[in-house]
């Protein structure tokens, strides 16, 4: 393996001798987009990517981004490269299109919640060929990625955590968690999700059962809301149950399935059951068949799919 070439540690500016680090990032939608301006807030040179939404990639050339055409071009302009990707597929896609032009010692960051499997397998592709691999998932949601107050967990070598972490902290602040080897991040991702996703499920049935036997929606918030029982994610999942703000917690049904059905792999790779995670799934499936599969049926709406299916009227 080539080693890691001298980079700036403290921040985008550093002293006379060290190279400054170039970003590049794959996928400027709802996350991507706050975590790329916030680099460039940062000081750090970004290079861009458009998909099919625009709107992003031109406020980000505003900016101060710079736009390549290819991935190619992108990883011939980055020595870091992000990823914000749907899942596996996706990421795998992505990578296989960046490494014949990427600089030698240059690191895939891998943000998206994907498969610890096939991110084993990439970090070792990447290896072979002289490139570094970290797992850098999220926590958090779009208006946090806004405001750069992201946290992220990090499956990386020492050695390349090091590198990374001034980086990571431009758009997670402290909130950056060094948790192992590559892997390590979207393992603990993945856990991170069943508990709220779990929680998603729970709340859902809990509502539709509520109504069944005369409690309203109201009435049970009263009681939750302040409680024990109340959490960050309680709120912003009542934002859309109680308020009907249908963008309270902008991620969607299909990734929430898809992180749960990770959770299940990982889990049946260590030969475990997982009855309550797969019980989220199920929670998380009827509604994707029922016709949440949407890009904008979000994690919230679950309480409306759940109701339907329990006879219950909703709206």
């Known amino acids: 393996m080539r080693t890691l070439p001298c980079r700036v540690t403290q921040g985008a500016k550093g002293g006379s001798g060290m190279t400054q680090e170039n970003i590049g990032f794959v996928g400027v939608g709802l996350m991507g987009h706050g975590m790329a301006k916030s680099l460039l807030a940062a000081g750090y040179p970004v290079t861009v990517i458009a998909h099919r939404n625009r709107t992003p990639v031109e406020d980000l050339l505003s900016h101060g981004a710079t736009e390549a055409e ?60 002289g490139f570094h691999m970290a797992d850098a998932p999220l926590g958090g949601t779009p208006v ?82 302040g409680s024990r029982m109340d959490c960050g994610f309680y709120q912003t999942f009542m934002g859309y149950a109680l308020e009907g703000n249908r963008e309270a917690h902008k991620f969607t049904l299909t990734n929430a399935l898809k992180d749960l059905r990770y959770l299940e792999a990982m889990a049946d790779g260590v030969n475990m059951a997982n009855p309550v995670g797969n019980a ?12 949440g599969d949407g890009p904008e049926d979000y994690v919230p709406h679950l309480v409306d799919f759940v109701a339907r299916r329990s006879g219950v009227k909703t709206g």
């Open 144 to 225: 946090q990625a806004e405001a750069g107050k992201l946290s992220t967990m990090v499956g990386a070598s020492d050695e390349v955590f090091q590198r990374l972490k001034p980086v990571l902290e431009a758009w997670a602040g402290t909130a950056v968690v060094h948790l192992g080897p590559n892997g390590a991040g979207h393992k603990m991702k993945l856990l991170n999700n069943f508990l709220s996703l779990g929680y998603g499920a729970m709340y859902a049935e809990a509502l539709a059962l509520a109504q069944k036997v005369g409690i309203s929606i109201e009435q049970f918030d009263s009681v939750i809301r």
């Open 70 to 129: 290819s991935l190619a071009d992108l990883a011939a302009a980055s020595s870091i490269v992000h990823i914000c990707a749907p899942g596996s597929p996706e990421v795998e896609a992505v990578v296989d299109g960046l490494m014949p032009t990427l600089k030698p010692g240059a690191v895939v960051v891998d943000c998206s919640t994907s498969d610890p499997n096939s991110t084993a397998m990439l970090a070792a592709k990447l290896a072979e060929a």
């Open 280 to 291: 989220a799934k199920n929670s998380f499936a009827m509604a994707h068949a029922m016709g």
